[in-house]
């Protein structure tokens, strides 16, 4: 046992000191990467218990493993990726994100790398109508600017604060581990931990499996662990075009017209979603273009072709395009599994299942992207967050019960529930009709109660207890 377990750490090694070429805004970098060795024997030990398995080390489970390992749990978080990779996404930061990293110490100063700040929003309706709104200063109420950061750093970032508290708590961190099979107990009603595949030194794989009273799904639309106790314990539908958005993202650098507000544009051909524009860097934005699944097959688009149109023959956008430069093999699609409230979910739970005896999902693989913004990596730290405060080692130590998870599902819909209506309400009154849309763009710059529904997706402090309803937008549109 003892060579394997050398072997295992001497892979781990290797991997994560290889070094790696990207190209950050038309530059070449080369960076190498310190070696991470795993610490403990027992950590790597076959069926060896942790406290808690975190299954994909994007910002939902990093936050879980951050969470757990502060409290004093021993982790395992693993991701088959080797970090840092990319990761489709808008790259901006909303105000769950910015609270997040509040909490553990990890503010723009010194955590970022290359980063844009924001201090507004521009909008544009189909007819052609444009506003820019901007933050208010700090209050109460909102912050005065968020951020926006590239995935591949912010991401790398945030799983490197998780391997501190982790590693400090010891846990341990496996990156390049490819999760096979969900382990069950007690007659297949309880998820015990994991079976999966990661490349040994002499190029081999290695199958070895681990063992927690708590596995916790984190790892996006497709996560292993949501394909286990959703498809498979419960067999319930994992994808709902009606609830699910597709995006595409590029990264341009010498986009002309360029200023520190995020870009949201509501053009014709792409109603209902929205065309982006965000900083990200000096020079470096972020382009992207995001619509409603179900809308998408009905019309038999692609947003490849919907983002050449915008930028190459559109007579609004082509000409900031024209001198501008796309960062070769940018160009990457995604799904978003959206929060929006199901009709008649399968098992009653709102949005749809998230957890079992032994095993909790959170972030994207519980389904919770807004159905509005499409934004995610908030709900995916709150939803870890709350994953969290229903474990408890002591109390679980021979499994994480029915009962807690059941706890868990209540509280999360109880936590985002209101949100989640309110952006469902919003995605299927303004981004469906062009009419609204126009009204809402010509007047948003006028309205203080418009500006609020913009505001509170991006820099809220606190989520609003009575957010506006639908009657009072529209009366706030007419009158």
């Known amino acids: 046992m003892g060579?394997?377990?050398?072997?295992?750490?001497?892979?781990?090694?290797?991997?994560?000191?290889?070094?790696?070429?990207?190209?950050?805004?038309?530059?070449?970098?080369?960076?190498?990467?310190?070696?991470r060795l795993v610490t403990s024997e027992d950590s790597i030990t076959t069926g060896k218990?942790?406290?808690?398995?975190?299954?994909?080390?994007?910002?939902?489970?990093?936050?879980?493993?951050?969470?757990?390992?502060?409290?004093?749990?021993?982790?395992?978080?693993?991701?088959?990726?080797?970090?840092?990779?990319?990761?489709?996404?808008?790259?901006?930061?909303?105000?769950?994100?910015?609270?997040?990293?509040?909490?553990?110490?990890?503010?723009?100063?010194?955590?970022?790398?290359?980063n844009a700040p924001f201090n507004g929003v521009r909008v544009s309706s189909p007819n052609g109508n444009e506003a820019t709104i901007f933050l208010p200063e700090d209050g109460d109420e909102y912050y005065p600017r968020g951020w926006c950061q590239r995935r591949e750093i912010f991401d790398n970032s945030l799983m490197d604060k998780a391997r501190e508290l982790v590693e400090g708590s010891g846990g341990t961190v496996i990156e390049g581990f490819t999760v096979k099979e969900i382990l069950y107990g007690d007659a297949e009603s309880r998820i015990i931990g994991i079976r999966g595949r990661m490349k040994s030194i002499d190029d081999t794989m290695e199958s070895i499996e681990f063992h927690a009273p708590l596995t916790i799904g984190a790892g996006g639309y497709n996560c292993p662990v949501s394909r286990s106790l959703i498809g498979g314990t419960f067999e319930e539908p994992l994808s709902n075009p009606s609830h699910y958005a597709a995006a595409y993202r590029q990264y341009w650098s010498g986009v002309s017209d360029c200023d520190n507000q995020i870009e949201l544009h509501f053009l014709d051909k792409i109603i209902p979603g929205y065309f982006w524009i965000f900083p990200v860097s000096e020079d470096v934005v972020n382009v992207g273009i995001g619509s409603l699944q179900r809308h998408l097959d009905a019309r038999s688009m692609k947003l490849r072709e919907m983002m050449d149109y915008v930028t190459k023959e559109n007579p609004k956008f082509a000409p900031r395009f024209a001198n501008a430069i796309l960062e070769e093999g940018s160009g990457k699609g995604s799904?978003?599994?959206?929060?929006?409230?199901?009709?008649?979910?399968?098992?009653?739970?709102?949005?749809?299942?998230?957890?079992?005896?032994?095993?909790?999902?959170?972030?994207?693989?519980?389904?919770?992207?807004?159905?509005?913004?499409?934004?995610?990596?908030?709900?995916?730290?709150?939803?870890?967050?709350?994953?969290?405060?229903?474990?408890?080692?002591?109390?679980?130590?021979?499994?994480?019960?029915?009962?807690?998870?059941?706890?868990?599902?209540?509280?999360?819909?109880?936590?985002?529930?209101?949100?989640?209506?309110?952006?469902?309400?919003?995605?299927?009154?303004?981004?469906?009709?062009?009419?609204?849309?126009?009204?809402?763009?010509?007047?948003?710059?006028?309205?203080?109660?418009?500006?609020?529904?913009?505001?509170?997706?991006?820099?809220?402090?606190?989520?609003?207890?009575?957010?506006?309803?639908r009657l009072r937008i529209l009366l706030s549109l007419l009158f």
């Not at 009154?429 to 309205?447: A, D, Q």
């Open 3 to 35: 060579a394997r377990i050398v072997a295992i750490q001497l892979a781990i090694a290797f991997q994560t000191s290889r070094k790696y070429a990207d190209s950050f805004s038309g530059r070449y970098k080369e960076r190498a990467i310190d070696e």
């Open 49 to 114: 218990p942790h406290d808690v398995i975190v299954v994909g080390a994007g910002p939902a489970g990093s936050a879980a493993a951050c969470y757990a390992a502060r409290e004093g749990y021993r982790v395992l978080l693993v991701d088959r990726a080797t970090f840092p990779r990319d990761k489709v996404c808008g790259d901006a930061l909303g105000w769950k994100t910015l609270s997040f990293l509040r909490e553990f110490g990890m503010g723009a100063n010194g955590f970022v790398e290359e």
């Open 335 to 469: 799904k978003l599994p959206l929060g929006s409230p199901r009709r008649l979910p399968p098992s009653g739970i709102q949005p749809r299942r998230s957890a079992m005896a032994g095993g909790i999902l959170i972030g994207d693989a519980a389904s919770l992207v807004d159905p509005f913004s499409g934004e995610g990596i908030g709900n995916a730290v709150h939803s870890a967050e709350i994953a969290i405060s229903h474990f408890s080692s002591a109390d679980n130590s021979e499994g994480f019960p029915e009962s807690a998870a059941n706890e868990y599902q209540r509280d999360l819909w109880g936590a985002m529930g209101g949100e989640m209506s309110h952006s469902s309400m919003l995605q299927k009154t303004f981004l469906k009709s062009p009419t609204l849309m126009n009204m809402f763009v010509s007047k948003v710059g006028k309205k203080q109660l418009l500006q609020k529904v913009l505001f509170d997706l991006t820099a809220r402090k606190q989520p609003r207890d009575n957010p506006p309803s």
